[in-house]
């Protein structure tokens, strides 16, 4: 989810690890324009929640999203998000 750094009044070295987090190349065509401003991750990155209502919107895709999570399903869309040149995003450790 999207964060506000906070500098707190602390000697504790807090560190925000974006993990649900999925990139894409600069040449994807398949996103182009503003989809990575202002939610604080690097460019080229999109939420997997975005990316979902991207794609539902792509394929006229119209579920009720509310309800036991169905795999099968889930399968299905990170197909195609993979078709479009979508990947998790690494995880780099300092």
Same mark, same amino acid.
């Given at each position: @989810?999207?964060?506000?750094?906070? +500098?707190? +009044? ?18 994807? +065509? ?7 401003? $202002? @939610?604080?991750?690097? #460019?080229?990155? /999109?939420?997997? $929640?975005?990316?979902? $209502? /991207?794609?539902? @919107?792509?394929?006229?895709? #119209?579920?009720? #999203?509310?309800?036991?999570?169905? /795999?099968?399903?889930?399968?299905? @869309?990170?197909? +195609? ?10 995880? #780099?450790?300092?």
């Amino acid at each position: @989810m999207p964060f506000i750094p906070i +500098k707190l +009044k602390t000697d504790v070295d807090i560190k925000h690890i974006p993990i649900g987090i999925l990139k894409t190349t600069p040449s994807n +065509k398949f996103l182009q324009g503003s989809f990575d401003v $202002c @939610m604080s991750h690097d #460019e080229n990155h /999109i939420y997997p $929640c975005h990316t979902g $209502c /991207i794609l539902n @919107m792509y394929y006229k895709r #119209e579920t009720d #999203e509310v309800g036991d999570v169905d /795999i099968t399903e889930m399968g299905k @869309m990170w197909k +195609k998000a993979n078709t479009h040149g979508l990947r998790n995003r690494v995880i #780099e450790y300092h």
